[in-house]
């Protein structure tokens, strides 16, 4: 026995590395697995979450185009009613009816905008 012991001692020995390397090979590889599994779980959720938020911000564009055109609306027809417009309130209503058109704004505002052009800096003086 002790001659079969020292005669094969070393396939014993590394039949027994093999063993643990294998295991370890095997606890290694499940926990990637799981590591890459949790990951796309991550990357699935911050997708769904993207799309919600790609959703409140179409819908944000609608509020604000809502707003923007209500508001150019009152001032321009304010303004056309009262007949003069100075310089300052038509640049703010430039910049305002700009943030319009970059947001999609069609162009039946433009009317009044030119209708407003056309009107005097101030007061009619008699």
């Given amino acids: ?30 926990h990637i697995i799981l590591y890459f599994e949790r990951k796309d779980d991550k990357i699935d959720k911050i997708a769904e979450d993207m799309e919600i938020v790609k959703e409140e911000l179409r819908q944000q564009k609608k509020t604000d185009m809502l707003i923007l055109r209500d508001r150019l609306n009152q001032i321009l027809r304010y303004y056309l009613e009262k007949g003069y417009c100075s310089m300052d309130e038509r640049d703010n209503i430039a910049k305002m009816y700009e943030q319009y058109q970059l947001r999609g704004g069609n162009g039946a505002m433009q009317e009044f905008m030119d209708r407003l052009c056309s009107l005097p800096f101030g007061p009619p003086t008699d």
């Fill in 1 to 30: 026995m002790t001659e079969f012991i020292l005669r094969y001692w070393i396939v014993v020995v590394f039949g027994g590395i093999v063993a643990i390397l294998t295991w370890n090979i095997n606890f290694i590889k499940k």
